[in-house]
């Protein structure tokens, strides 16, 4: 019997040792359970990271997908600048704004004036008269007296405000025309607008010249 092979598995077995049993403690006290959900943060940070990713590819198809509609993929398509058609502005809200944050300093926001210096615009003869006298003092200023509803002004002088020499605002056509619509239907008045067409007209007729007076406007028709 003692030729016989001590691992032979027909025969019993030992019992383990102290030594082995030691060792294999040794080596299960490198592993622990994670009994506490000690989570590691590597894989949750990369789920919502991923999640984010899908979140904006979503939005970003919705966003630019165009309803997938063939003429938005016609590579044979006209280029597109991406400029839109020219939004028009009121000449009454350009006018007003314009009126407020330059005239109304000295003709006043309710278009009294100031008497002895600055005068009115409501009720005003030059306002609801002539365009053509009225574009004039505004494009080119207006120097000396002037007599407004029957009192005389002279102690301040009326600015240039037209692209003409000398001018001090350089106003466009466009703008001075706002203004002057938005004069002619404010402070009681209640004459038609002014175009820029008009203040046109006028600028190149007269092209640079010195401010007008009283006495070379009421010459004209």
């Excluded at 993929?73 to 809200?93: I, Q, R, S």
């Excluded at 003869?125 to 207006?142: A, D, K, P, T």
Aim: hydrophobic residues 40%; proline residues 6%; neutral net charge.
């Amino acid at each position: 019997m003692s030729d016989q092979d001590p691992i032979d598995p027909r025969l019993e077995q030992a019992g383990a040792s102290d030594e082995s049993l030691l060792t294999a403690h040794e080596k299960l006290r490198g592993w622990k359970a994670d009994d506490g959900a000690n989570y590691r943060m590597l894989p949750l940070v990369l789920l919502f990271a991923f999640s984010g990713l899908i979140f904006y590819a979503g939005i970003y198809l919705n966003k630019y997908s165009v309803r997938y509609s063939p003429s938005a993929f016609d590579e044979n398509a006209p280029a597109n600048t991406g400029a839109g058609p020219a939004v028009k502005v009121d000449p009454l809200v350009l006018g007003k704004k314009n009126f407020e944050s330059v005239c109304a300093t000295c003709h006043q926001a309710t278009g009294l004036g100031v008497p002895g210096i600055y005068p009115p615009l409501a009720g005003s003869e030059w306002v609801s008269g002539s365009n053509e006298r009225l574009i004039r003092i505004v494009l080119y200023g207006l120097k000396g007296p002037v007599k407004v509803k029957g009192v005389e002004y002279g102690a301040a002088a009326m600015p240039v405000f037209g692209k003409v020499a000398g001018s001090g605002y350089n106003w466009s056509d466009e703008k001075i025309a706002a203004t002057l619509t938005y004069v002619r239907a404010s402070f009681g008045n209640t004459s038609p607008a002014i175009t820029a067409d008009q203040v046109t007209a006028i600028r190149t007729k007269e092209g640079d010249r010195k401010e007008w007076s009283q006495e070379e406007l009421l010459k004209l028709p």
